[in-house]
């Protein structure tokens, strides 16, 4: 099982940025996909950017435009940048991955969890 970490969240004020990384504790080129998904308190979570390791990445409507997603191979590193940060990408954010042998895509399910950092954006 992989070990996900999360770090880079933090207070910033609206219009602001953050870049946020996970580690992991396993080859991140030997997995199918990765992701960041982000929970608001009494919402839902979804999903808010995702990279293929035969692919390309995509992005949640929330995060277009504003956020990208990216990953360090060499380092096992997955990162999001955010900027123009708004209020409502308040939330926890958690980085999700598949390592599962034989997916070559992203399938939207990710076995793999980090434990989340939060993200906290004033007005």
């Known amino acids: 099982q992989v070990q996900l970490v999360e770090s880079g969240g933090g207070s910033v004020q609206a219009g602001g940025s953050l870049r946020l990384s996970c580690s992991a504790s396993r080859y991140i080129a030997n997995s199918a996909c990765m992701g960041w998904f982000r929970q608001a308190p009494g919402k839902d979570r979804e999903g808010v950017a995702f990279?293929?390791?035969?692919?390309?990445?995509g992005y949640g409507d929330s995060a277009k435009g504003r956020f990208t997603i990216s990953r360090d191979n060499a380092k096992n590193t997955l990162y999001l940048q955010m900027n123009s940060l708004k209020p409502e990408d308040t939330g926890m954010y958690y980085c999700?991955?598949?390592?599962?042998?034989?997916?070559?895509?992203?399938?939207?399910?990710?076995?793999?969890w980090g434990q989340g950092t939060q993200v906290t954006i004033s007005s």
């Open positions: 990279i293929a390791t035969f692919g390309g990445a």
């Open positions: 999700a991955a598949d390592f599962r042998p034989g997916r070559t895509y992203c399938s939207g399910d990710f076995p793999d």
